[in-house]
């Protein structure tokens, strides 16, 4: 289990099973070190802290997110009995799951612009998405495109929501998909860019259609965009990939 996680430090005291721990911290039985992230993925160190053996790892994926997840399966394999350098050659050909920060093109609209797709939406998920694009793509203008999943999960974690649409710099912001759900008074996408940051630009699209044709408006050569959420957002990033 993930070490880095405090919820779990409860768990493992009070289950009677025998756990292996990995993470970022010193702590762990399996610590990741020395990572970094370019536009082709992730390059780590996997030092296991019971032994004091240490191997280093290649993956076409990004994220600090992605690469836990990678640790966890490079584990379960020693655990089973795989040899370090099959699993080292494996991973360099793993590819990433639909949504999971997919990087669709790197030449929408002809100008050097990357796409990234990407099902979180949950204010952590869109969190650990932006810290990743700020790491690769640090010198590109990022242009978001979100949309909040249910009026309940809005409500619930509407300040969550807040303060995290603030950091963005160019946002546009879809309509909540309602996901069979009636509509929560308070706590739609005119609440949300109301109660964001007035200092960034924050636009409201009204639908798919709209919010492509405000997004060409925004673009530049070597921008980033990111459609963010679980709802329409993923026929937004099929449309945008045909402007390539």
Known sequence: CCGDEKALEKLIREVPRNFITYGFKNSNDFQITGLTQSVDGCEFNLKNNLDNSCFKFSVPLHGEHNVLNVVASIIMSIEEGLNIKHISEALLTCKIVERRFEVISNNIFNKGITLV???????????????????VWKHNKKIVIFQP????????????????LSEID???????YPASEKIIKGFESDDLLKAANTKNNI???????DALLKLKDLVS???????????????????????Q
Do not use: M
């Open 170 to 176: 160019d946002l546009i912001l879809l309509d909540v």
């Open 203 to 209: 636009i409201k699209a009204d639908g798919v259609e």
């Open 117 to 135: 797709d990407d099902y979180g939406h949950h204010p952590k998920e869109i969190k650990v998405t932006l810290e990743t694009i700020d790491t």
């Open 221 to 243: 050569d070597h921008s980033l965009i990111l459609t963010q959420g679980a709802g329409n957002t993923s026929a937004l990033a099929k449309l945008i990939s045909q402007y």
């Open 149 to 164: 999943h249910r009026y309940s999960r809005t409500k619930a974690l509407f300040n969550d929501f807040v303060e995290i």
